[in-house]
């Protein structure tokens, strides 16, 4: 099967990150941001908002509503997947007890501890709104979702196209878990969970075309008063700096050409 649009979905501890592929192509950004500085390697245009399955939850005391991140509580509460609490953990994550298997986590590697959640859901955020627990819990994931949901049929809406237009593509380790949720009502042309979801990120990048990029900076000032000599040194320094990055990159293809 060929899809030529497609909004592409990870869910992971600590984001949401979307992609979309419209006539099979997608967006480029030649210099993206990674936390405050610009790089100047080109990525993928993609969008990421601080909601992953890891977010902490809280009650805001002005409004007295749950929030959901933007910080998160990170590997230490196994963030990859599970909303119940690792023993190890000082915070829950927002899902309910119960969603997951809290004795095959991991492959039974992570042990979690329901009670631990669920006393803590209690403690934080079902006795300062006056819920039950586990109306509480669903109202988080309920929230969780809904965020999710806006994000993406915003993204195709911002765009100037319909969710009808594209299937949904969704992957990471919390993808599979929520995209029942963050799809619900929304006309998408199909849904699809592909096999190894919580890996897939790495495969692309494992499986991606090598690309390399080489660059060269040189420093010629070219003044308005500048004779055909002077113009000429510049035209010379031009072709040094060609001729000098083109023998670097021969000579790094000859040496990966010896390799064993």
Avoid at 96 to 105: E, I, S
Avoid at 130 to 150: P, S, Y
Wanted: glycine share 12%; with cysteine.
């Amino acid at each position: 099967m060929k899809l030529a649009n497609v909004l592409c979905t990870d869910i992971g501890g600590t984001s949401f990150d979307i992609a979309l592929i419209t006539d099979g192509r997608f967006d480029i950004t030649p210099t993206p941001d990674i936390s405050p500085f610009h790089a100047t390697c080109r990525s993928s245009g993609s969008t990421r908002s601080a909601a992953g399955t890891g977010s902490f939850v809280r009650i805001n005391p002005n409004s007295n509503r749950p929030e959901l991140g933007p910080d998160s509580a990170g590997a230490r509460s196994a963030s990859a997947g599970p909303r119940a609490v690792w023993r190890r953990s000082r915070s829950p994550t927002q899902r309910r007890p119960g969603r997951v298997n809290p004795d095959y986590f991991l492959g039974g590697d992570i042990q979690l501890d329901p009670e631990r959640a669920y006393a803590e859901v209690e403690r934080q955020v079902a006795r300062p709104l006056g819920l039950k627990v586990a109306d509480a819990a669903a109202g988080v994931i309920e929230l969780f979702e809904q965020t999710l949901r806006n994000e993406a049929v915003g993204r195709i809406l911002g765009k100037g196209y319909s969710p009808a237009d594209y299937a949904l593509l969704c992957y990471g380790g919390g993808g599979p878990l929520h995209v029942a949720g963050y799809t619900e009502g929304v006309a998408y042309r199909d849904v699809l969970v592909p096999r190894g979801r919580p890996a897939f990120s790495a495969y692309g990048c494992a499986c991606a075309d090598f690309e390399y990029r080489y660059d060269q900076t040189i420093d010629m000032p070219i003044l308005p008063a500048a004779d055909e000599m002077v113009k000429a040194g510049i035209g010379m320094m031009v072709t040094g700096a060609w001729l000098g990055l083109e023998e670097r990159v021969a000579a790094e293809f000859r040496e990966v050409g010896n390799r064993p």
